[in-house]
């Protein structure tokens, strides 16, 4: 069976509806519909019902996604390991959101390079639905992210729990919290749930000053102009030591987690020396390798 039908398949599934699966594969909607009439007739069943809604999976529909999933992903494994460099047994390719990589990445390389040198390496950085749509199809086989959603085949492992931490450059005065400037406050764009407790907690902080999609930018920016911003706790703990960072007292914590995911049926041999690593690299994740 032709592998793009499977793909066409699974993002008509995840998307809902025939005309978005057909806008995000860049195709028209009647050949996606085209597609799924071979891949009904190949499979010999009816796997969606239309409507003005979108596209619901039939009892059939609903047992095939995960036969999908994992042809989709056997394919990519296989391409993928083709082309193994020389020197090398298998290849390994892992992604990290975008807010998660420092250090955890740089770390995970440095162990891998050390503990699991008959593995390739392919690293990259993205944000969360993509690396999840990226694992589903085989062409990751790890991503790192804050707040997975549930798929089929696919599996979850928390990392870290961690704590993002309001803090500041100004010298604690008094014994009360420091109120906020909001020409001077960094919000760092840490993900949706972030957003939405931290317009509960800071609703006259909604118009900073400086806004950063990037964790390790928003914290460098602070170090360098003075202010104040959340960061993950275990990255600006050597600056809290050393007095460049003080906490601001009294300042919610918001969590923060990390999590792998990984395909249920991914290989053992390859995957489970990059779990091992990442629980390392987790376990040791703090700001001495800024």
Known sequence: MDVTLARTFLDIVDTGSFVRAAERLHVTQTAVSARVKALEEAVGATLFVRSKAGA???????RFVRHASMMVQVWERARHQVAVPAGHESVLTIGCEMSLWDPLLLDWLLWMRNAAPHLALRTEVGVAGELMDRVASGMLDIAVVYAPQRRPGLRIEL???????????????????????????VYVDWGPE???????????????AVSAGLGPLGREFVLANGGSGYFR?????????????????GA??????????FAEESDAAVVQPALDGLRHAAGGTTADHE
Do not use: M
Not at 233 to 249: E, I
């Open 56 to 62: 619901s999976l039939t009892p059939a529909g609903e």
């Open 159 to 185: 990392l870290i729990e961690e704590k993002l931490v309001l803090v500041t450059t100004h010298e604690p005065t008094t014994k009360r919290a420091r109120k906020l400037d909001p020409a001077d406050y």
């Open 194 to 208: 972030f957003a939405q407790q931290h317009s509960l907690a800071f609703p006259q902080l909604g118009h900073a």
């Open 233 to 249: 706790q275990a990255v600006v703990r050597k600056h809290l030591d050393n007095g460049r960072l003080h906490r601001v007292k």
């Open 252 to 261: 919610p914590e918001f969590l923060y987690p990390a999590y792998a995911v």
